[in-house]
């Protein structure tokens, strides 16, 4: 259920695990209110790291595009797939092992940084081997990956994103050419670095906790993110609260519909909500209503409908009613539910 704070939220977490694309940026433009708000999170302490799913950007490539938003970036607060996989990897072998890559140069510099030898051919007999997003990637390398773990090699991901958007269109991720080697030698990976796995969350406390800092603690790290599948998800595994934004793919019918492990600790419209105390919202089932601060969500015979206040607290009323409504084994989807829109910039 939504959680409330008396304090902005950038002064009552220390991390801040922010996603990218349709947080901090869609493609090449930067979000609104996203710089500012991540600079004004800093100004009260907070420290920012970047979380990201895709394993061929390098780091100081996105700090780069991050600085042409007016924002101060270091390369090590930018965290990969391919970062978290190789460390992951580097604690499975023996120093200086042998292990095939699959993927960007990005990956394989990371798997390289770690210590380890990295190879190309299962011939080498490999003791592990890590597979990435590439989109140069031909059978015959599918395959060679395929014959290293069918030989022992254990085997690791750095996501499992089915699906990648292009401009174009829609298009196989990383996780549909897994799906291949998985077919071919009926072996899972052992573990995959990306979200929703919390993997990504836990290295970003670790890589934070560099020249002498102290490790941040999971209840005082906030994972923020637009996905609730990948990055809300990902908080719920590992125990951090969330805050989920609507300038990236989650809309209000998904959040009220959303099962347990999908559900946010706060929401917001926009990163202006990191910097704003998040408000109470008081639940009272004998009435069946939600009340936040000026909104309500009230059930009225087989629909649901939201009153008074903005659109956000309107959201956050109607989420609590029926994520309760929801975990008391009703069917919420027998109600018509609000359609609430939350205007950009609201």
Same mark, same amino acid.
């Not at 990948?230 to 951090?240: H, K, L």
């Not at 989650?250 to 600790?265: H, K, N, S, V, W």
């Given at each position: 259920m939504l959680k409330a704070t008396s304090a902005p939220l950038s002064e009552t977490y220390r991390l801040a695990l922010l996603d990218l694309d349709g947080v901090v940026y869609r493609g090449k433009n930067p979000v609104e209110?996203?710089?500012?708000?991540?600079?004004?999170?800093?100004?009260?302490?907070?420290?920012?790291?970047?979380?990201?799913?895709?394993?061929?950007?390098?780091?100081?490539?996105?700090?780069?595009?991050?600085?042409?938003?007016?924002?101060?970036?270091?390369?090590?607060?930018?965290?990969?797939?391919?970062?978290?996989?190789?460390?992951m990897v580097a604690r499975a072998v023996e120093p200086g092992a042998d292990v095939l890559v699959l993927g960007a140069e990005h990956l394989r510099e990371e798997v390289a940084r770690q210590g380890l030898h990295v190879v190309d051919d299962a011939q080498a007999h490999p003791q592990a081997a890590i597979q990435g997003w590439y989109p140069e990637m031909t059978w015959s390398m599918m395959a060679n990956m395929a014959y290293a773990v069918e030989a022992g090699a254990?085997?690791?991901?750095?996501?499992?994103?089915?699906?990648?958007?292009?401009?174009?269109?829609?298009?196989?991720?990383?996780?549909?050419?897994?799906?291949? &080697?998985?077919? #071919? +030698?009926?072996?899972?990976?052992?573990?995959? =670095?990306?979200? !929703?796995?919390?993997?990504?969350? %836990?290295?970003?406390?670790?890589?934070?906790?560099?020249?002498?800092?102290?490790?941040?603690?999971?209840?005082?790290?906030?994972?923020?993110?637009?996905?609730?599948?990948?990055?809300?998800?990902?908080?719920?595994?590992?125990?951090?609260?969330?805050?989920?934004?609507?300038?990236? &793919?989650?809309? #209000? +019918?998904?959040?009220?519909?959303?099962?347990? =492990?999908?559900? !946010?600790?706060?929401?917001?419209? %926009?990163?202006?909500?990191?910097?704003?105390?998040?408000?109470?919202?008081?639940?009272?089932?004998?009435?069946?209503?939600?009340?936040?601060?000026?909104?309500?969500a009230v059930v009225s015979e087989q629909s649901v409908v939201v009153q008074g206040g903005d659109a956000v607290d309107q959201l956050r009323a109607a989420c609590q009613l029926l994520w309760h409504m929801a975990d008391s084994g009703i069917d919420i989807m027998q109600f018509t539910l609000p359609r609430i829109d939350v205007p950009a910039g609201e």
């Open positions: 209110h996203a710089s500012a708000s991540i600079r004004k999170a800093q100004a009260h302490g907070m420290t920012i790291e970047y979380t990201t799913n895709n394993s061929s950007r390098m780091q100081q490539v996105v700090a780069d595009q991050l600085r042409g938003f007016d924002l101060d970036v270091e390369p090590w607060q930018v965290i990969t797939s391919s970062v978290v996989a190789a460390r254990k085997y690791f991901v750095t996501n499992r994103d089915l699906t990648i958007p292009r401009e174009l269109g829609i298009a196989p991720g990383c996780g549909s050419m897994i799906r291949a &080697v998985i077919a #071919a +030698t009926g072996v899972e990976p052992i573990a995959s =670095a990306g979200k !929703p796995e919390s993997a990504m969350y %836990d290295e970003a406390r670790m890589l934070a906790a560099h020249d002498g800092e102290d490790l941040v603690p999971v209840e005082s790290s906030l994972a923020i993110g637009d996905r609730l599948d990948t990055d809300i998800e990902a908080g719920n595994r590992g125990g951090y609260d969330s805050l989920v934004v609507l300038t990236g &793919v989650t809309d #209000a +019918t998904m959040l009220m519909t959303a099962p347990i =492990a999908l559900r !946010p600790t706060y929401i917001a419209a %926009d990163l202006r909500g990191l910097n704003e105390p998040q408000p109470q919202v008081d639940l009272d089932m004998d009435r069946r209503v939600a009340t936040c601060r000026e909104a309500r």
